[in-house]
């Protein structure tokens, strides 16, 4: 069930929070050694807000819109008084003072907090196997990735362990695993969402979003989170609407484009394409009109990307030194170890591979001689791109590609080619260098029965217009009730 059919039950006294969180951590106990989808389980915590929220409805209280639901969060937003890793020993100890704006406000709202999911390090990653505490695995086929580099977060709610869940979505670390899982993942404007809290991996891409099994769940979520924060100076000072209440608005003659370099693209698996253009015939069918429109800078996003994101990760991740926070390498002989060598032997022994190589990727491109051949001349394409996308919008309402080329790939496929795991952002990156809000919706199976995601993509601020779309699509389709018999760990 959702979170409406939820708050109702609690509502009736069919069930009560204490009841409800229980049986999301007996799930947890009973399934999470296998995903390994939560890094901390709160199981203390959950009880003590869950009976909170029952006394209050015993005392006659008004209840906030969350009231009682079972949420788990991204180990990389901020939580007061527990541990924040961040999948990395450079943080495997650090228990923040102060809560992230997002979190607050989910407190606030009446969830209740399960636990900390895992991620790729530093969320580096398209496959949660770069975290430090061990990979997550795939609810729908152990041997898979969740994706990345919120996997964590997407397999907690496809594994039904919790009812939704947050991550961060930097080059589509939110829709690449929801597509992966079988989940709806949502990235919303960038600075629709504070970042106040959330530990920096690329400043000027980083989003938080949410993570559920419906579309209309996802837009109770990020009714709650969004909003302005005057803690986070690039939050927008913009009205939040009532996304729920948007959801059923007719979609018949919205415009619908199809980006033609999506759909050419060489590594695109056929069974993706062909499941992705039925989602399309679909819209069509509920009365939208299919556009073929043409993006000419979108594949130039990968290559923009892995040259701007690196350079931000070395400029954000320059303050774990050894010194004010975090991990400290041991001394090596007492008096022979000057500053910048127990520095760079605690960014050796705290940072894990793949972050390492995001910080001399992005170093070298910061550095003089470099600066304005790599990173300036990034930022120029990434302005082009956002061009390509403003020109699209002036002849449709909403853009549709697939989110990932392929299905999710097998564990250590890729371990030891980069490259090839950094091409599983391909369709997802560039709505994050242009700012863009974007949707992966469950579409579909290969016949591994494996998920298939749908990407939407709009305009700044068309939140509403996105999950009105997606919303009205996961309803007339009804993936989720066609899929295998044997899906999902038991």
Known sequence: MGIAEWREQLRRGEVSARELT??????????DPTV????????ERARADADRIDAARAAGEPLPPLAGIPL???DNLCTKGIRTTCSSRMLENFVPPYESTVTERLWRAGAVLLGKTNLDEFAMGSSTETSAFGASRNPWNPDRVPGGSSGGSAAAVAAGECIGSLGSDTGGSIRQPASFCGVVGLKPTYGRVSRWGLVAFASSLDQVGPFSSSVADAAELLQVIAGEDPRDATCLRAPVPDYAADLESPIKGLRVGLIRECFDQEGLDHQVKASVLAAAAQLE???????????????DGIATYYVIAPSEASANLARYDGVKYGFRAPATEAGSDGLAAMTARSRASGFGEEVQRRILIGTYALSAGYVDAYYRKAQQVRTLIRRDFDRAFEAVDVLLTPTSPTTAFPSGAHAGDPLAMYLADLLTIPANLAGLPAISVPCGFDAQGLPIGLQLITGVLEESKLLQVAHQYERAAAVMAQRPTAALVA
């Open 36 to 43: 390994h989808a939560f890094l901390e389980v709160t199981s």
């Open 285 to 299: 069918a509920l009365g939208c009109e299919l556009v073929d429109v043409s993006c000419p800078r979108f594949n």
């Open 72 to 74: 788990a969060i991204k």
């Open 22 to 31: 229980d049986r999301h951590l007996a799930r947890i106990a009973a399934v």
